[in-house]
T-cell receptor, first 111, second 112 residues
C-alpha cells in the first residue's frame, strides 16, 4: 500500500552543524505534510508543517522543503544543539483526514 | 490546559483479558486519533474520528474497537488482548483536515 518512508534510520551530526532529515512519500494526493519530534518517553511534538501549494517554509532554526515532482520532503535544522536529539517523523495528511506517519529518523548529536 | 490526557500510563494484561484505554482533550478539537508505536515501526494509525459521532478504520484496526463518547473523549477497547498488542498507544487530537495533531503522553501496554 501507499506509505510515507524515510531514507535513513539514524543520523549523527556534530553539535553546531546543520542537520538534514529526508522523507519520501508515495501518495500524490496528499496535500499537507507535518514534521514531528519525539523525545524519549514522550508523545510526538509538532515542529513545522507545509501545504502542497508551497515549496519551502521556515520556522525558528527549522526549514521544511517540499519537492512534489519527486515526492520528497526534507527537514533542515540549523546549528544543531544537544536538545535536538530525538526521533523525527514526517507525516502526511490524506484527503480522507488520516494522518499517516513514516518510520522515523533518530538524530544523534556528537559533542 | 491539560491538552490530551491518556489513562492509564502503564498497564499489564494477561492474554484474553479486555480493557479500555481512555483519552480526553480539552482543546475543543473535532478530530481524534489512536496510534500504536512499536520499535522500528513508527506510529501506525488504528482508528480515527473526524467529528463527534463518526469513526473510521486506520492502518491496523484489527483487534480494536473505538467509541467517540462526545467531542472530548475517544476510547480504545481491546476485547481480547493478545501479546501482539504489546505496544505504546498514543491518542491525538486536531482541529480537522490539514491541521496538525497534538499528542498525549502515551499508554505503555504489555500483554503477557
Amino acid at each position: 500500500g501507499e506509505s510515507v518512508g524515510l531514507h535513513l534510520p539514524t543520523l549523527s551530526v556534530q553539535e553546531g552543524d546543520n542537520s538534514i532529515i529526508n522523507c519520501a512519500y508515495s501518495n500524490s494526493a496528499s496535500d499537507y505534510f507535518i514534521w514531528y519530534k519525539q523525545e524519549s518517553g514522550k508523545g510526538p511534538q509538532f515542529i513545522i508543517d507545509i501545504r502542497s501549494n508551497m515549496d519551502k517554509r521556515q520556522g525558528q532554526r527549522v526549514t521544511v522543503l517540499l519537492n512534489k515532482t519527486v515526492k520528497h520532503l526534507s527537514l533542515q535544522i540549523a546549528a544543531t544543539q544537544p536538545g535536538d536529539s530525538a526521533v523525527y517523523f514526517c507525516a502526511e495528511t490524506r484527503r480522507d483526514d488520516k494522518i499517516i506517519f513514516g518510520k522515523g529518523t533518530r538524530l544523534h548529536i556528537l559533542p | 490546559n491539560a491538552g490530551v490526557t491518556q489513562t492509564p500510563k502503564f498497564q499489564v494484561l494477561k492474554t484474553g483479558q479486555s480493557m479500555t484505554l481512555q483519552c480526553a482533550q480539552d482543546m475543543n478539537h473535532n478530530s481524534m486519533y489512536w496510534y500504536r508505536q512499536d520499535p522500528g515501526m513508527g506510529l501506525r494509525l488504528i482508528y480515527y474520528s473526524a467529528s463527534e459521532g463518526t469513526t473510521d478504520k486506520g492502518e491496523v484496526p484489527n483487534g480494536y474497537n473505538v467509541s467517540r463518547l462526545n467531542k472530548r473523549e475517544f476510547s480504545l477497547r481491546l476485547e481480547s488482548a493478545a501479546p501482539s498488542q504489546t505496544s505504546v498507544y498514543f491518542c491525538a487530537s486536531g482541529r480537522g483536515r490539514d491541521t496538525e495533531a497534538f499528542f498525549g503522553q502515551g499508554t505503555r501496554l504489555t500483554v503477557v
